[in-house]
């Protein structure tokens, strides 16, 4: 049952991280065509905060906001608990490669990515389990 309890954590976490990646790139998205429109930085900040507002920016920003809350929330919540099966431990690799930043650690980051692949390969090969390979 802790595996499951686990797991499930990790899902929603990933979910909520993706969601937040989703809005991000939205409101990515939104600014740079309101940035590329003529005249644009020589409207006065009132000006584009009120374009902002019209083309949604400040809905999606605070929805990110409120997003990064509970991220932060989830992560309070991290279970204490060893996991109990290969995948809790990809589970574990999957949410650490999204914290850590590509930018700040790429040889971290990097060899986070590879391990989460290589052992969802692992798992996913039709192979006898990794468990009974190694203690078999």
Known sequence: ?????????????????????HELDRWCEL???LESQPG??????????D???QAGLLAIDHGLRAIDRRLQVHLRRLPASSAQDIDGVLADIRV????VL???NDVVANLLS???????????????????TLFG
């Open 31 to 33: 600014n740079q065509k």
């Open 1 to 21: 049952m802790p595996a499951l309890h686990t797991r499930s954590w990790h899902s929603r976490w990933l979910a909520l991280d993706d969601q937040r990646r």
């Open 51 to 53: 374009k902002q507002r």
């Open 102 to 104: 590509r930018e700040q």
């Open 40 to 49: 644009w930085f020589a409207l006065s900040p009132a000006s584009r905060a």
């Open 114 to 132: 590879r391990a989460a692949r290589d052992l969802a390969a692992i798992t996913s090969a039709d192979d006898p389990p990794l468990s009974s």
């Open 96 to 99: 650490a490669e999204r914290l």
